[in-house]
């Protein structure tokens, strides 16, 4: 079984930083894209950023220069350092990762249980 565990959520002031992580773990045999995506309360869940195997990045406008998507092959981990954060990122945040299971070659999108991110004026 399949687990991708997020952390780093919390409360911090406009202008301030976080840092997000989701480590995937289990019978996990390759690991495709890795993302991020937020909804905000009585939105649409939308994409934040994502990155390749290759290292290729993606960013939704509203984020880029502020936040950067990383990732720890080895560790099956994907980061996203938020800085100069603005009360409109408030929403929860979402890891999902495109992996593939021992025993099988197909690639299925897990996602994390979400982390509450608040920016404060």
């Known amino acids: 079984q399949v687990q991708l565990v997020e952390s780093g959520g919390g409360l911090v002031q406009a202008g301030g930083s976080l840092r997000l992580s989701c480590a995937a773990s289990g019978s996990i045999s390759g690991v495709n894209t890795m993302g991020w995506y937020r909804q905000a309360p009585g939105k649409q869940r939308e994409l934040v950023a994502t990155?390749?195997?290759?290292?290729?990045?993606n960013y939704a406008d509203s984020v880029k220069g502020r936040f950067t998507i990383s990732r720890d092959n080895a560790k099956k981990t994907v980061y996203l350092q938020m800085n100069s954060l603005k009360p409109e990122d408030t929403a929860v945040y979402y890891c999902?990762?495109?992996?593939?299971?021992?025993?099988?070659?197909?690639?299925?999108?897990?996602w994390g249980q979400g982390t509450q991110v608040t920016v404060s004026s």
């Open positions: 990155v390749s195997t290759g290292g290729r990045t």
């Open positions: 999902t990762q495109r992996l593939a299971v021992v025993g099988s070659t197909s690639l299925y999108d897990y």
